[in-house]
Nanobody, 123 residues
Framework: QVQLVISGGGLVQAGGSLRLSCVAS????????VGWFRQAPGKEREFVAT????????EYADSVKGRFAISRDNAKNMVYLQMNSLRPEDTALYYC????????????????WGQGTQVTVSS
């Protein structure tokens, strides 16, 4: 069973940037597609971005397209989410998740989840 640890959250002003990192232990991350999800208070957990095992396939939610970028470094067992041009509506608890299946936007397809990190964007 792979275990995921997320870091990089924090408080930023609107228009600023953050880089989230997700590192895996107990498994080889290159055997998993990885997704990023977020959940704001009172809302369902929603898809943000996902990346295939090799990094050749990527998908983004429309709300973050052009602003966020997902990448991975399998040699380091890590996946990243670079978040630029942040908006107050990006404020949420962010999660990384892994699946042995094909990369996809459905949160139900992901078997393993990190603990989450808070991202707060002030206006």
């Amino acid at each position: 069973q792979v275990q995921l640890v997320i870091s990089g959250g924090g408080l930023v002003q609107a228009g600023g940037s953050l880089r989230l990192s997700c590192v895996a232990s107990g498994g080889t991350l290159s055997t998993y597609a990885v997704g990023w999800f977020r959940q704001a208070p009172g809302k369902e957990r929603e898809f943000v971005a996902t990346i295939s095992r090799s990094g050749g396939g990527k998908e983004y939610a429309d709300s973050v397209k052009g602003r966020f970028a997902i990448s991975r470094d399998n040699a380091k067992n890590m996946v990243y989410l670079q978040m630029n041009s942040l908006r107050p509506e990006d404020t949420a608890l962010y999660y990384c998740a892994a699946t042995r299946n094909v990369y996809q936007s459905s949160r139900y397809a992901y078997e393993y989840w990190g603990q989450g990190t808070q991202v707060t964007v002030s206006s």
